[in-house]
């Protein structure tokens, strides 16, 4: 079994930057892939950004190309995700997500097995 536990998010203008963060559990988080999901109100959820498990391949959403940074620390089980330049409809839940034994990036909900419980992020225009 895999928690995931997200932490960082909060209100901020548009224009600002907020990094979130997912703490793992487990002893072998070096062999997860991680993603990023986001849903607003209203609205499906969305893929964000992804990381292999070596943290050597990401990918983005095409909406947060440029502005959005993931990365990982293997060592302290955690990733983040750094936001820049948010805009008003960056607001939504971010959620964390792990698959096991995942050596690329997947960007599909349903390729992942394990989801964190969101934090809520909020950009005021």
């Known amino acids: 079994q895999v928690q995931l536990v997200e932490s960082g998010g909060g209100l901020v203008q548009a224009g600002g930057s907020l990094r979130i963060s997912c703490a793992a559990s487990g002893r072998t988080f070096s062999t997860y892939a991680m993603g990023w999901f986001r849903q607003a109100p209203g609205k499906e959820r969305e893929f964000v950004a992804a990381?292999?498990?070596?943290?050597?391949?990401?990918y983005y959403a095409d909406s947060v190309k440029g502005r959005f940074t993931i990365s990982r620390d293997n060592a302290k089980n955690i990733v983040f995700l750094q936001m820049n330049s948010l805009k008003p409809e960056d607001t939504a839940v971010y959620y964390c997500?792990?698959?096991?034994?995942?050596?690329?990036?997947?960007?599909?909900?349903?390729?992942?097995?394990?989801w964190g419980q969101g934090t809520q992020v909020t950009v005021s225009s």
């Open positions: 997500a792990a698959k096991l034994y995942g050596r690329t990036y997947y960007y599909t909900a349903d390729d992942y097995d394990y």
């Open positions: 990381i292999s498990w070596s943290g050597l391949s990401t």
